[in-house]
């Protein structure tokens, strides 16, 4: 009965603030349980029950029923990697490879940036991944407190990843020591807060030096905090990092003691190709237990590779499924990028097996606590956050529904989304945004395409 007390005194009874039922629960539990007729209870900002309805509302007959008919309930997807202000730069540069893209159109116009727009920015993606049914997400950018303003304002789960380059002055601050006194103050507030977390992410081995490196661990190490960056991103990079330091990029990262159990790596696309190689890289991952982060949306629109998923999992690393920024992708849509994961995997292995359905659910969702290294987040299970979406089955591509876990890979777009709760707190409900005031946020982005005219 997946845990659920079938005799339990009613004063023994925790309290039961809503139970949310539908036709079909996807637990995502160990087992892969799905429940037909199923509903999963609340209390405050945790789990308290997963099971068959008519269980649940002889335990539960005062709490509030919140029936989603027919539809299907979910953990809520976690985008394992993005740059949540950079919808901001939606569709200003296209159809160019990686490094053309950044040094040619995003540097320049991010070195404009204020806190009000990174902001803005913010809330925006935010509101993208809550329409779409994300509940948590790793972010990685510039100007960190603006972010954490949005993302406790519109009451997203978080780890906040303050991302630096060796040139200063940045925009965050004239130089490191600087940079480091403003990561300490908002580790404190991330510290007091219930669903944000800090990271250090230095931006890449391309554009930091060893000496930086080393120290953004150490200060990752005493602040207690999680620690990122994107890596192997591209052969190019490799290249580089052969070039100067005598090493690919994951073995340069070991030598500077970068690969520990609270490190996650975004993309790895570019990993010893060569055989030994590969297994080599992806064997070093997996002793160290770091988390890997797969953004086949952006390293497709950007030409960067595909990520070797097959030897990732053969190794036993961790991992987990990212959009990537809203400029490189362009959708912060963590239901079309289960859809892409799968079917670039078939087509570059030839296997049609690569990659199935569940897989790729597994990546947005068990694979996302791997990525945010939260433990209490990718299930609905008894204890676990009360974060979770429900779609819609009603629309002509949702139905028949044989495999509600094809349906949700293969043929749903995030549009039928219809519920998404984080912390046990409904932020979106049946066409609504309940966490902002989304005509006015639309509104206020207007003003941001001046901005972009400017450079």
Same mark, same amino acid.
């Given at each position: 009965?997946?845990?659920?007390?079938?005799?339990?005194?009613?004063?023994?009874?925790?309290?039961?603030?809503?139970?949310?039922?539908? !036709?079909?629960?996807?637990?995502?539990?160990?087992?892969?349980?799905?429940?037909?007729?199923?509903?999963?209870?609340?209390?405050?900002?945790?789990?308290?029950?997963?099971?068959?309805?008519?269980?649940?509302?002889?335990?539960?007959?005062?709490?509030?029923?919140?029936?989603?008919?027919?539809?299907?309930?979910?953990?809520?997807?976690?985008?394992?990697?993005?740059?949540?202000?950079?919808?901001?730069?939606?569709?200003?540069?296209? !159809?160019?490879?990686?490094?053309?893209?950044?040094?040619?159109?995003?540097?320049?116009?991010?070195?404009?940036?204020?806190?009000?727009?990174?902001?803005?920015?913010?809330?925006?993606?935010?509101?993208?991944?809550? =329409?779409?049914?994300?509940?948590?997400?790793?972010?990685?950018?510039?100007?960190?407190?603006?972010?954490?303003?949005?993302?406790?304002?519109?009451?997203?789960?978080?780890?906040?990843?303050?991302?630096?380059?060796?040139?200063?002055?940045?925009?965050?601050?004239?130089?490191?020591?600087?940079?480091?006194?403003?990561?300490?103050?908002?580790?404190?507030?991330? =510290?007091?807060?219930?669903?944000?977390?800090?990271?250090?992410?230095?931006?890449?081995?391309?554009?930091?030096?060893?000496?930086?490196?080393?120290?953004?661990?150490?200060?990752?190490?005493?602040?207690?905090?999680?620690?990122?960056?994107?890596?192997? &991103?591209?052969?190019?990079?490799?290249?580089?990092?052969?070039?100067?330091?005598?090493?690919?990029?994951?073995?340069?990262?070991?030598?500077?003691?970068?690969?520990?159990?609270?490190?996650?790596?975004?993309?790895?696309?570019?990993?010893?190709?060569?055989?030994?190689?590969?297994?080599?890289?992806?064997?070093?991952?997996?002793?160290?237990?770091?988390?890997?982060?797969?953004?086949?949306?952006?390293?497709?629109?950007?030409?960067?590779?595909?990520?070797?998923?097959?030897?990732?999992? @053969?190794?036993?690393? @961790?991992?987990?499924?990212?959009?990537?920024?809203?400029?490189?992708?362009?959708?912060?849509?963590?239901?079309?990028?289960?859809?892409?994961?799968?079917?670039?995997?078939?087509?570059?292995?030839? $296997?049609?097996?690569?990659?199935?359905?569940?897989?790729?659910?597994?990546?947005?969702?068990?694979?996302?606590?791997?990525?945010?290294?939260?433990?209490?987040?990718?299930?609905?299970?008894?204890?676990?956050?009360? $974060?979770?979406?429900?779609?819609?089955?009603?629309?002509?591509?949702? @139905?028949?529904?044989?495999?509600?876990?094809?349906?949700?890979?293969?043929?749903?777009?995030?549009? &039928?989304?219809?519920?998404?709760?984080?912390?046990?707190?409904?932020?979106?409900?049946?066409?609504?945004?309940?966490?902002?005031?989304?005509?006015?946020?639309?509104?206020?982005?207007?003003?941001?395409?001046?901005?972009? @005219?400017?450079?």
């Amino acid at each position: 009965m997946y845990n659920i007390p079938t005799s339990v005194p009613e004063s023994a009874l925790p309290v039961c603030n809503a139970l949310y039922t539908a !036709d079909y629960v996807i637990t995502q539990n160990e087992g892969r349980d799905i429940i037909r007729k199923g509903a999963v209870a609340v209390s405050d900002d945790r789990i308290l029950c997963v099971g068959h309805t008519d269980i649940l509302e002889i335990l539960y007959p005062e709490a509030r029923r919140v029936d989603l008919g027919h539809a299907v309930l979910l953990p809520g997807l976690v985008n394992g990697h993005t740059h949540v202000p950079m919808s901001l730069l939606r569709g200003i540069s296209d !159809d160019k490879k990686l490094m053309d893209w950044l040094t040619q159109d995003i540097f320049p116009r991010e070195s404009r940036l204020t806190p009000e727009l990174v902001e803005l920015g913010s809330r925006f993606s935010m509101a993208e991944m809550i =329409r779409t049914g994300t509940t948590s997400f790793y972010d990685m950018y510039m100007l960190e407190d603006s972010v954490f303003n949005a993302a406790d304002a519109m009451g997203m789960r978080a780890v906040l990843g303050v991302s630096l380059t060796q040139f200063f002055p940045s925009l965050d601050a004239p130089d490191w020591d600087a940079l480091q006194d403003k990561i300490r103050a908002l580790a404190e507030r991330c =510290r007091r807060h219930p669903r944000l977390r800090l990271a250090i992410t230095p931006h890449a081995p391309y554009t930091t030096h060893p000496g930086l490196l080393r120290d953004c661990r150490t200060l990752a190490d005493e602040l207690d905090v999680l620690f990122g960056m994107h890596l192997a &991103e591209t052969a190019g990079e490799t290249e580089t990092c052969l070039k100067d330091f005598g090493m690919r990029p994951i073995p340069y990262c070991e030598s500077l003691g970068l690969l520990q159990p609270d490190t996650t790596f975004f993309h790895v696309v570019e990993a010893g190709i060569a055989p030994d190689h590969l297994r080599e890289d992806m064997e070093l991952l997996a002793e160290q237990r770091c988390a890997v982060v797969h953004n086949p949306g952006s390293n497709m629109k950007l030409a960067s590779g595909v990520a070797p998923l097959r030897a990732m999992e @053969q190794a036993g690393v @961790q991992t987990g499924l990212g959009t990537d920024g809203p400029s490189s992708n362009n959708a912060q849509n963590m239901v079309r990028e289960m859809y892409l994961a799968s079917l670039l995997q078939k087509v570059h292995n030839l $296997d049609p097996q690569a990659c199935p359905a569940q897989r790729a659910l597994d990546m947005a969702t068990r694979g996302g606590s791997h990525a945010l290294h939260d433990p209490y987040i990718g299930t609905l299970e008894p204890g676990m956050r009360a $974060d979770f979406i429900a779609l819609s089955l009603d629309s002509p591509n949702m @139905q028949p529904v044989h495999n509600p876990v094809s349906n949700i890979v293969y043929a749903a777009t995030g549009m &039928e989304t219809i519920l998404t709760v984080v912390n046990g707190r409904e932020l979106y409900r049946d066409g609504k945004f309940l966490c902002c005031d989304y005509d006015a946020l639309c509104e206020e982005l207007k003003g941001v395409y001046d901005w972009i @005219q400017q450079g």
